[in-house]
């Protein structure tokens, strides 16, 4: 069941990822990529991991997707266009090393990875405290205030140059 | 049975896709969702290794990831619209205007 499940969504993330990066409408693939993020939230709700689920469909599909959609529709540009430019500034040759390159890293990571033993997770009663909301807010507001705290400033230094880049010149 | 090893491959393939989609794609919006989705296998890494050693530092730090990248979403967009202004183009190799 829970292997099923999980097959489901790999393939749910892996297949809407590709088509994420092979779409040549920005549009599609900001929709590809909130279903992307839709299978991921379902995959940590398999690890026992329902707020980082939630704050994944809130923020990431949300908040982040909505501000992607937004600007795609306010530059309002169909499609890239490219058959001059790409041939002129970096050549095909490029674009063949940077494709080799991510194939290499892929290969790469799964060789290096299926050299693992098998690591299973554990079925104990601290599995249903990694659940826990509770826990997870205790250790954030005591442990990690301070980077919390300067979360909260970063935040308002991005809005605050976010509004001053995208501001017109009068 | 679904392992840590499964969501590690998983997050591998997931991240090698954004890498293929910075080094392939010619469109500054769809350069940045493929950070965006390494940015989510990266996320992926972190609740399963979290899972796996039964504590919650993993999902705190894509608590934190998030964050940035709403920071970095935002900025990032910015510069996009007002890097638009100046050329009409998303097409990165478009700016050249440090280059010699």
Partial sequence: MEAVAFYIFAAIAVVASLLVVGQRNPMYSVMLLIASFGALAGLYVLLDAPFTAVTQIIIYAGAIMVLFLFVVMLLNVEREDSATSVATMVGPTGMKLGAGLSVLLAIEVVWALSRLGESHFGHDAETVNISSVARIGQALFTQHAFAFEATSILILVAMVGAVVLARRER | ?100
């Fill in chain 2, 1 to 100: 049975m679904v392992s840590l090893n499964h969501f590690l491959i998983l997050s591998g393939v997931l991240f090698s896709i954004g890498t293929a989609g910075v080094f392939l794609r010619r469109n500054l919006i769809t350069v940045l969702l493929s950070i965006e989705v390494m940015l989510n296998a990266v996320n992926l890494t972190f609740v399963a290794v979290g899972r796996y050693l039964g504590t919650v530092d993993g999902q705190i730090i894509t608590f934190f990831v998030m964050t940035v990248a709403a920071a970095e979403a935002a900025i990032g967009l910015a510069l996009v619209i007002t890097l638009f202004r100046h050329r009409e183009t998303l097409n990165p190799d478009a700016y050249t205007a440090l280059k010699w």
